[in-house]
């Protein structure tokens, strides 16, 4: 099968297309012929080795993708050949077929596309997690998200919003993303661009909320926009760590969540995958309920094809998305 290889760490010309090995359905897997994935910031770390999870190599890039189930493993009593799956898998997903635990696997139902299912792949449970798993969202709440205009940035928006937040803010930085987070469905455009003063963000954030601050933010940044964003947050606030793509990984005293009595979470889905995937299983359910209802729309910025794979991953690790980049496979 056809695959895009990763042969050498720190060189982006030792990716390629390569011809490996077909994979085989084991025990409580699935063989999935691969339609379309997407491209996630952390394969852009995982390009370099600065991703928590590192492959042999040569290893196939891919986290999560969907297309149509062509073998049942042993032991798999609840899927069939022809059933349409979204997956997660830590690499292995730009591929031609993919063999993948059923508990990494989530049925399309009828009515989403396998485009669609794929763009909500990995970020959406990631969002619904950051939001109301860890961040206990309730309706009527204010909710800021870093980073608003990428594929995290902008499942949170569409979550948040399907989720009864009162107002949702889109921390971006430069105009163009802000006009994207405002057309899907942001409330508010906070500026990120320039940091010098150390205010910067809840200053902009008071004007918005009568001087209140923001309930929740969904932080995907990190670094400078991380230090900002608690600054900004309602007394009785929440911030919740899901990456650091700014790269510059953020501290933080212990007596400012003791002096404005708020919460610092962590929410690492990925590893929901591995320690709980009855949750993932059942927030999955959740969205589809919500696509159904006609709450989610994913955004997808382009579908790439196969081969040129470099273009789409050049886009994502110049930090020029909007929304999600597909490859088509």
């Known amino acids: 099968m056809r695959a895009i290889a990763v042969h050498a760490l720190h060189d982006r010309s030792a990716i390629k297309v390569t011809d490996m090995p077909e994979p085989t359905a084991g025990a409580g897997e699935i063989l999935v012929d691969v339609a379309t994935a997407t491209v996630n910031f952390p394969d852009i770390l995982m390009l370099d080795g600065k991703y928590q999870y590192r492959p042999d190599l040569p290893f196939i890039l891919g986290k999560d993708a969907a297309g149509t189930v062509s073998a049942v493993g042993d032991g798999v009593a609840d899927w069939s050949v022809g059933d349409q799956a979204m997956f997660y898998m830590n ?32 970020v959406y449970p990631t969002a619904y997690c950051a939001l109301k798993t860890r961040g206990n969202l309730q309706p009527g709440e204010s909710v800021m998200v870093t980073g608003a205009a990428g594929g995290v940035g902008m499942a949170t928006i569409d979550v948040a919003k399907a989720l009864g937040a009162s107002q949702v803010l889109a921390a971006v930085s430069t105009p163009e993303k802000g006009e994207a987070a405002l057309a899907a469905g ?46 900004a947050l309602s007394w009785g606030g929440r911030i919740i760590i899901v990456g650091f793509t700014d790269g510059r990984i953020p501290q933080i005293g ?76």
């Not at 997903?93 to 792949?121: Q, R």
């Not at 009855?278 to 999955?284: E, P, R, W």
Request: proline letters at 5%; hydrophobic letters at 45%.
């Open 186 to 231: 942001a409330d508010a455009v906070i500026d990120t661009s320039n940091l010098e003063h150390k205010d910067a963000i809840r200053d902009q954030v008071y004007a918005v909320t009568d001087g209140k601050g923001v309930d929740m933010c969904v932080d995907v940044v990190g670094g400078d926009v991380f230090d900002g964003s608690v600054r």
């Open 91 to 122: 690499a292995g997903a730009f591929a031609e077929k993919a063999a993948v635990p059923v508990t990494n696997a989530f049925k399309i139902p009828d009515g989403v596309s396998i485009e669609d299912a794929a763009a909500m792949g990995l």
């Open 254 to 329: 212990t007596n400012y969540p003791l002096l404005k009595n708020i919460a610092i979470i962590g929410s690492p889905v990925a590893q929901y995958y591995e320690r709980r995937p009855d949750i993932l299983h059942d927030i999955q359910d959740k969205l589809y309920d919500l696509v159904g209802a006609g709450k989610l729309t994913p955004h997808i910025m382009k579908n790439w094809p196969f081969d040129d794979f470099m273009e789409a991953l050049k886009v994502v690790e110049d930090r020029q998305v909007i929304g999600k980049v597909l490859l088509t496979i």
